[in-house]
């Protein structure tokens, strides 16, 4: 099994920044890919930004400049960096990844969460 486990998120105001972390563990033989989703209250969740284990990265247009991801794939661990954030982030953000638990074995994993409010 793999678990997920995001950091990071909080209250902060217009114009300010936040970096959100992931932290895979459990029967990890190898990453693929892993994701930053957003749901807001009474939205469906969104893909934010992605990344894969060669490095690729792609971006909603919607944070596109603002938002970095980025990963370390000797601590499995994955982020996102929001600079310049505005009052439409305020969502709770989700950790996804896809990962091999061995050389054949795939699943599709997601994290509990993290919220974060951009409010003056």
């Known amino acids: 099994q793999v678990q997920l486990v995001e950091s990071g998120g909080g209250l902060v105001q217009p114009g300010g920044s936040l970096r959100l972390s992931c932290a895979a563990s459990?029967?990890?033989?190898?990453?693929?890919?892993m994701n930053w989703y957003r749901q807001a209250p009474g939205k469906e969740r969104e893909l934010v930004a992605a990344?894969?284990?060669?490095?690729?990265?792609n971006y909603a247009d919607s944070v596109k400049g603002r938002f970095t991801i980025s990963g370390d794939s000797a601590k499995n661990t994955l982020y996102l960096q929001m600079n310049s954030l505005k009052p439409e982030d305020t969502a709770v953000y989700y950790c996804?990844?896809?990962?091999?638990?061995?050389?054949?074995?795939?699943?599709?994993?997601w994290g509990q969460g993290t919220q974060v409010t951009v409010s003056s």
């Open positions: 990344i894969t284990s060669g490095g690729s990265t």
């Open positions: 996804n990844a896809d990962v091999f638990s061995s050389k054949y074995r795939k699943g599709n994993y």
């Open positions: 459990g029967s990890i033989f190898s990453i693929n890919a």
